[in-house]
């Protein structure tokens, strides 16, 4: 069975960092479209970063631009969410999300919408404290 479990989250100072990992099981981040979603209490489901390994096009949510990225050490098996100069608003349930390109899709078409995402981990905690 395909699975995704997203690991690393934990209770972080305002100003601090953590990074998070996200580990496929029987599945290849190598040709997929790759999310990061986060959940507040009372709030919508949210796209934080949206990407492929082997391309330029990165999709943030205005929120976490110039603070949150992904990693070079990205691998068919784990990507990472790197989170920097963390914000109170930041707590939430952190979790991965993954869909299989097609061979004639173009990443510049997708969208960071959760409905592109047919595979969803498990979501790891984050608490940011002010």
């Known amino acids: 069975d395909v699975q995704l479990q997203a690991s690393g989250g934990g209770l972080v100072q305002a100003g601090g960092s953590l990074t998070l990992s996200c580990a496929a099981s029987d599945f290849t981040f190598e040709r997929a479209w790759i999310g990061w979603f986060r959940q507040a209490p009372g709030k919508e489901r949210e796209g934080v970063l949206c990407f492929a390994l082997n391309d330029r096009q990165r999709l943030y949510a205005d929120s976490v631009k110039g603070r949150f990225t992904t990693s070079s050490r990205n691998t068919k098996n784990t990507v990472y969410l790197q989170m920097n100069d963390m914000k109170p608003e930041d707590t939430a349930v952190y979790t991965c999300?993954?869909?299989?390109?097609?061979?004639?899709?173009?990443?510049?078409?997708?969208?960071?919408?959760?409905?592109?995402?047919?595979?969803w981990g498990h979501g790891t905690q984050v608490t940011v404290s002010s």
């Open positions: 999300a993954a869909e299989p390109l097609f061979s004639d899709e173009r990443v510049s078409d997708l969208t960071c919408m959760d409905y592109e995402f047919g595979h």
